[in-house]
């Protein structure tokens, strides 16, 4: 199984600062055929099922702001959002969809400071 | 608009069946991976299964295998789950997601809840 595991569990940002989180995959998620990173970002808000807001690592779905970037290859990456915003209160995971157990990471909490 | 409508979930007493549903709408369900994900409130996210667009391939989660069962109706666009011999450690929101690689659509969830 590919395990991945964040850092840090909990992030408290002041409003308009850049928050970052990490994940790090117990195997690389890099699928050289294809040059994709098999890894994907999603944010979770209270009583709320969890939403996509980036895959193949980096890419941004449509309609999430452009504050928040994805980065990383192979087994890290990194999730950021520039300019914290009071609606990014939220859990984030991390996910690899590159083998099955698809398994998350165990997310990261992010409050305002 | 791309929805999933889960339900089915309800209280069950450990040993238990439940069958979950999620009713598909606003896309082609017969083209997509579909994927169970579980959540104990409070907690993290855990994938627990998936079938292939035409239903010829399953895959679960350890923790499940052998006492659940996925499967899919892509004529009545309905994903299903099939749960038997339920343990309290079942005990979770269910949600239906999409996803032929990342999950790019949820359903709300359904709670199933298991104790004596």
């Known amino acids: 199984d590919i395990v991945m595991t964040q850092s840090p569990d909990s992030l408290t940002v002041a409003l308009g600062e850049r928050a970052t989180i990490n994940c790090k995959s117990s195997?690389?998620?890099?699928?050289?055929?294809?040059?994709?990173?098999?890894l994907a970002w999603y944010q979770q808000k209270p009583g709320q099922p969890p939403k996509l807001l980036i895959y193949?690592?980096?890419t941004r779905k449509s309609g999430v702001p452009d504050r928040f970037s994805g980065s990383g290859s192979g087994t890290d990456f990194t999730l950021t959002i520039s300019g914290l915003q009071a609606e990014d209160v939220a859990v984030y995971y991390c996910?690899?969809?590159?083998?099955?157990?698809?398994?998350f990471g165990q997310g990261t909490k992010v409050e305002i400071k | 608009e791309v929805q999933l409508v889960e339900s089915g979930g309800g209280f069950v007493q450990p040993g238990g069946s439940l069958s979950l549903s999620c009713a598909a709408s606003?896309?082609?369900?017969?083209?997509?991976?579909m994927h169970w994900v579980r959540q104990v409130p409070g907690e993290g996210l855990v994938w627990v299964s998936r079938?292939?667009?035409?239903?010829?391939?399953?895959d679960y989660a350890d923790s499940v295998k052998g006492r659940v069962t996925i499967s899919r109706d892509n004529a009545k666009n309905t994903l299903f789950l099939q749960m038997h011999s339920l343990r309290a450690e079942d005990t979770a929101i269910y949600y239906c997601?999409?996803?032929?690689?990342?999950?790019?659509?949820w359903g709300q969830g359904t709670q199933v809840t298991v104790s004596s």
């Open positions: 193949w690592a980096s």
């Open positions: 996910q690899q969809h590159y083998s099955t157990p698809h398994m």
């Open positions: 997601v999409r996803g032929n690689n990342y999950f790019d659509y």
């Open positions: 195997q690389s998620v890099l699928y050289t055929a294809s040059n994709m990173n098999y």
């Open positions: 606003g896309f082609t369900f017969s083209d997509y991976w």
């Open positions: 079938i292939h667009s035409a239903g010829t391939s399953t």
